[in-house]
């Protein structure tokens, strides 16, 4: 079967969405619910690109491990006994036996529960129990060749992604973009607080589709109280400007005229920016799958696994500047923010 996007949703949709963008359609439905134009975006984009598949926080210490789900594919994470985050197909290299089914703390070692093959934090495979007649399976000493397989993966401040194909650019120059649209804070200095999950019956790309101004004042009650918080009505714009460079789309507002967000007191330290730097409060969403949203004393980010044509699951962190992650003295200004 040819799986392209022109032989799934034809070629005059495809036309359509590639005019210039005042004329340009959306894309049809069919990119929203048909399976083969799910299977066609996992293979050439999410393969392709930077996922995001976890936070820092979720692998706290060493012998920290969870599994995660990439395009279709599954894969663990893991911080080895040196404290690296390293990333492995989850399958043992015997019978394809998926190797961690479940998230486990204080792990010393990876164990197939079909043979019990035993792989190190670092992939390699220690025992391949009576494989070749003796306890450690390992008479002809070639275990070094047929540890874990690895797929490239880089931890970006409180962010882990995975790249399946190994091709990406640097993960410092996928996200370079965000930190231009941010005036670049001091992120290093931010730390994760706590995420909860859920799933929702809709398709991944609803979440970018949404990345505009007009529904603010409707849905966002409590940030945009009144419309014209959000709109300038002598000019009859908004008081964002939506920015777009490579993966990462923002919608900055307009400092020098916009009136200011009224944001909830907290208490809470802002994020760190350098002297004399404007400091930005912005959403921003860096294609496919992360959302990082900024306001003065935090960050609420969103992590989107795609799982079906309708069916999303969500990741939402909340991170703050150093101690106020978990300290008792800013416990009811977390409170708030996340509130």
């Given at each position: 079967?040819?799986?392209?996007?022109?032989?799934?949703?034809?070629?005059?949709?495809?036309?359509?969405?590639?005019?210039?963008?005042?004329?340009?359609?959306?894309?049809?439905?069919?990119?929203?619910?048909?399976?083969?134009?799910?299977?066609?975006?996992?293979?050439?984009?999410?393969?392709?690109?930077?996922?995001?598949?976890?936070?820092?926080?979720?692998?706290?210490?060493?012998?920290?491990?969870?599994?995660?789900?990439?395009?279709?594919?599954?894969?663990?994470?893991?911080?080895?006994?040196?404290g690296?985050?390293?990333?492995?197909?989850?399958?043992?290299?015997?019978?394809?036996?998926?190797?961690?089914?479940?998230?486990?703390?204080?792990?010393?070692?990876?164990?197939?529960?079909?043979?019990?093959?035993?792989?190190?934090?670092?992939?390699?495979?220690?025992?391949?129990?009576?494989?070749?007649?003796?306890?450690?399976g390992?008479?002809?000493?070639?275990?070094?060749?047929?540890?874990?397989?690895?797929?490239?993966?880089?931890?970006?401040?409180?962010?882990?992604?995975?790249?399946?194909?190994g091709?990406?650019?640097?993960?410092?120059?996928?996200?370079?973009?965000?930190?231009?649209?941010?005036?670049?804070?001091?992120?290093?200095?931010?730390?994760?607080?706590?995420?909860?999950?859920?799933?929702?019956?809709?398709?991944?790309?609803?979440?970018?589709?949404?990345?505009?101004?007009?529904?603010?004042?409707?849905?966002?009650?409590?940030?945009?109280?009144?419309?014209?918080?959000?709109?300038?009505?002598k000019?009859?714009?908004?008081?964002?400007?939506?920015?777009h460079?490579?993966?990462?789309?923002?919608?900055?507002r307009?400092?020098e005229?916009?009136?200011?967000?009224?944001?909830?007191?907290?208490?809470?330290?802002?994020?760190?920016?350098?002297?004399?730097?404007?400091?930005?409060?912005?959403?921003?969403y860096?294609?496919?799958n992360?959302?990082?949203?900024?306001?003065?004393?935090?960050?609420?980010?969103?992590?989107?696994?795609?799982?079906?044509?309708?069916?999303?699951?969500?990741?939402?962190?909340?991170?703050?500047?150093?101690?106020a992650?978990?300290?008792?003295?800013?416990?009811?200004?977390?409170?708030?923010?996340?509130?």
């Amino acid at each position: 079967m040819i799986n392209t996007a022109t032989y799934i949703i034809g070629k005059d949709n495809v036309a359509a969405v590639r005019r210039p963008l005042a004329e340009a359609n959306g894309l049809p439905s069919k990119a929203y619910t048909d399976m083969d134009f799910f299977q066609l975006e996992q293979r050439k984009y999410f393969r392709k690109s930077w996922m995001a598949v976890a936070f820092t926080g979720e692998l706290a210490e060493s012998s920290d491990a969870i599994p995660v789900e990439v395009a279709g594919l599954p894969f663990l994470l893991v911080r080895d006994d040196e404290g690296q985050v390293r990333a492995f197909h989850n399958a043992c290299r015997h019978r394809g036996m998926m190797v961690l089914p479940t998230a486990c703390k204080g792990l010393k070692q990876v164990r197939c529960p079909y043979h019990a093959w035993t792989y190190a934090l670092n992939g390699k495979l220690n025992r391949a129990p009576f494989f070749d007649g003796t306890p450690s399976g390992d008479a002809k000493g070639n275990m070094n060749d047929i540890g874990l397989v690895p797929v490239r993966c880089a931890v970006w401040h409180q962010w882990i992604f995975i790249n399946v194909d190994g091709n990406a650019s640097s993960i410092e120059e996928h996200m370079a973009p965000y930190l231009d649209f941010m005036n670049h804070p001091d992120i290093g200095a931010l730390e994760y607080a706590e995420h909860i999950e859920w799933d929702f019956n809709a398709n991944w790309k609803l979440a970018p589709d949404n990345w505009e101004n007009y529904h603010h004042p409707w849905v966002h009650d409590g940030v945009f109280e009144r419309l014209a918080d959000d709109i300038d009505f002598k000019t009859g714009t908004p008081w964002s400007v939506a920015l777009h460079k490579d993966s990462v789309l923002t919608l900055r507002r307009r400092v020098e005229s916009a009136p200011p967000y009224q944001f909830k007191k907290t208490g809470l330290p802002l994020v760190p920016y350098a002297e004399g730097k404007e400091r930005i409060t912005a959403p921003s969403y860096i294609l496919p799958n992360l959302e990082i949203a900024m306001v003065w004393d935090n960050i609420s980010s969103i992590i989107y696994q795609p799982l079906a044509p309708g069916k999303t699951r969500v990741k939402l962190a909340s991170i703050f500047h150093k101690n106020a992650a978990s300290s008792d003295e800013h416990k009811a200004g977390r409170e708030i923010t996340m509130d």
